[in-house]
T-cell receptor
Framework: QKEVEQDPGPLSVPEGAIVSLNCTYS??????FMWYRQYSRKGPELLMY????GNKEDGRFTAQVDKSSKYISLFIRDSQPSDSATYLC?????????FGAGTTVTVRA | EAGVTQSPTHLIKTRGQQATLRCSPI?????VYWYQQALGLGLQFLLW???????NRGNFPPRFSGRQFPNYSSELNVNALELEDSALYLC????????????FGQGTRLTVV
């Protein structure tokens, strides 16, 4: 079993829809959680960083962490074609930064 | 503020040769991470350096090695290149081991022919 599980999709939504992404993890030592966006053949771009259970909002993006369920989510409101990318969850203990496989999202105009 | 920079952007090598990839972290960042991303695959952890020391290593053969310099820049060396080493190699840096945000460079695309 992988430490971090993420549905690779692909996920296709119409412009303006809410995009819902999630990851589950098995290592209870993970304390810090991140979401990255990666466009094709580019380096991942950090979107959100959280270190506690609950919600964090930044513009159209909301990150949720539920440590009791070992489950994290990212929501993108009012999605735009420019949001089409691969989204990666990441999480850390004191020894490594582990990534999910990434979910490919296409927002249709 | 300059982000994480990697060089070269592209590198073409012949099977059996050695490749050296370089990474300059964000100013003030002391941790550097290296990842391999083969086409269509996720990020595979290679190495983590912090304060000049190798702190953790992923499940890769010993021909993947690296080091971190006193200015916290880092290089990744891949010896005896194999065709399956062709991938995007990504470097990330953070300010406080793995406890703060990690920022990535744009990567070095290594092609082994």
């Amino acid at each position: 079993q992988k430490e971090v599980e993420q549905d690779p999709g692909p996920l296709s939504v119409p412009e303006g829809a809410i995009v819902s992404l999630n990851c589950t993890y098995s290592n209870s030592a993970f304390q810090y959680f991140m979401w990255y966006r990666q466009y094709s053949r580019k380096g991942p771009e950090l979107l959100m960083y959280t270190y506690s259970s609950g919600n964090k909002e930044d513009g159209r993006f909301t990150a949720q962490v539920d440590k009791s369920s070992k489950y994290i989510s990212l929501f993108i409101r009012d999605s735009q074609p420019s949001d089409s990318a691969t989204y990666l969850c990441a999480m850390t203990d004191d020894y490594k930064l582990s990534f999910g496989a990434g979910t490919t999202v296409t927002v249709r105009a | 503020e300059a982000g994480v920079t990697q060089s070269p952007t592209h590198l073409i090598k012949t099977r059996g040769q050695q490749a050296t990839l370089r990474c300059s972290p964000i100013s003030g960042h002391t941790s550097v991470y290296w990842y391999q991303q083969a086409l269509g695959l996720g990020l595979q952890f290679l190495l983590w350096y912090d304060e000049g020391e190798e702190r953790n290593r992923g499940n890769f053969p010993p021909r993947f090695s690296g080091r971190q310099f006193p200015n916290y820049s880092s290089e990744l060396n891949v010896n005896a290149l194999e065709l399956e080493d062709s991938a995007l190699y990504l470097c990330a840096s953070s300010a406080d081991r793995v406890r703060t945000e990690a920022f990535f460079g744009q990567g070095t695309r290594l092609t082994v022919v």
